[in-house]
């Protein structure tokens, strides 16, 4: 339900890539010999989204495996949501204030300046000013990032860096992937599930406590 919730909430977020959830069990060592154990965990579904044009030079969204890196409060973040603007020094950062990572920066964009020009590969040029590269990266193992929310990911420390594959599209932003129609529909079908182990939860209760009843 967690997992839904937060689709819903982020399915008009550009770049988010929606969360699944899976459960296993099983046998772990106990003090009247085996007993299970259930372990859930969360996956997020990769599926490009389909790009869709907006009206900002600084609007970016990316076609391919790979994510924009930005500077977090507490370190590097990888997203794929491209809603960037300039502040008052010409720093490009996100709409939270995050600044975008660079991978050569030659100096500020001025924000007063010509429309800035941005290349599939994240070469950002302002007129005949080569103002550097934007950093694009990647992780072996995507399954391996954690979410943070709002469409931001952090690589934990068995993630290894790869090249990101993808191309950068200017004035452009990638949609969710999420249905909202499938995930009220996965609601639905969450709550009747849970629905019903209750009501078989309720019944064995009912049961033991006609079995232990005294007489």
């Known amino acids: 339900m967690e997992a839904i919730t937060a689709n819903l909430a982020n399915v008009d977020t550009p770049g988010y890539k929606r969360m699944s959830t899976g459960t296993r069990s099983f046998y772990v ?9 259930i372990y859930t965990h969360s996956a997020a579904d990769w599926t490009q989204g389909a790009l869709k044009p907006s009206a900002s030079p600084y609007h970016m969204a990316l076609m ?13 973040m990888l997203t794929r949501n ?25 100096g500020p964009i001025n924000p007063t300046g010509e429309q800035i020009e941005v290349d599939g590969s994240g070469r950002v040029f302002q007129g005949t000013v080569d103002l550097g590269k934007l950093r694009l990266t990647n992780v072996a193992r995507p399954e ?34 999420v249905t909202s129609i499938d995930e009220l529909v996965g609601m639905i079908t969450v709550q009747r599930s849970f629905e019903s182990a209750k009501n078989v939860m ?7 406590g006609r079995l232990t009843q005294i007489r």
């Not at 960037?84 to 975008?100: M, N, S």
Request: net charge negative.
């Open 29 to 37: 060592p106990g003090s009247n010999g085996k007993e299970t154990a």
């Open 64 to 76: 391919g495996q790979g994510f924009f890196a930005v500077d977090g409060q507490d370190g590097e």
């Open 82 to 106: 491209g809603i960037f603007q300039v502040d008052d020094k010409g720093i490009l950062q996100t709409a939270e204030g995050y600044p975008v990572a660079w991978e050569s920066n030659n």
């Open 144 to 177: 391996q990032l954690s979410f943070l929310g709002g469409g931001y990911y952090t690589a934990g420390r068995n993630s290894s860096e790869v090249p990101a594959q993808t191309s950068v599209h200017q004035s452009q932003l990638e949609s969710s992937n």
């Open 202 to 208: 309720g019944l064995i209760d009912q049961s033991y």
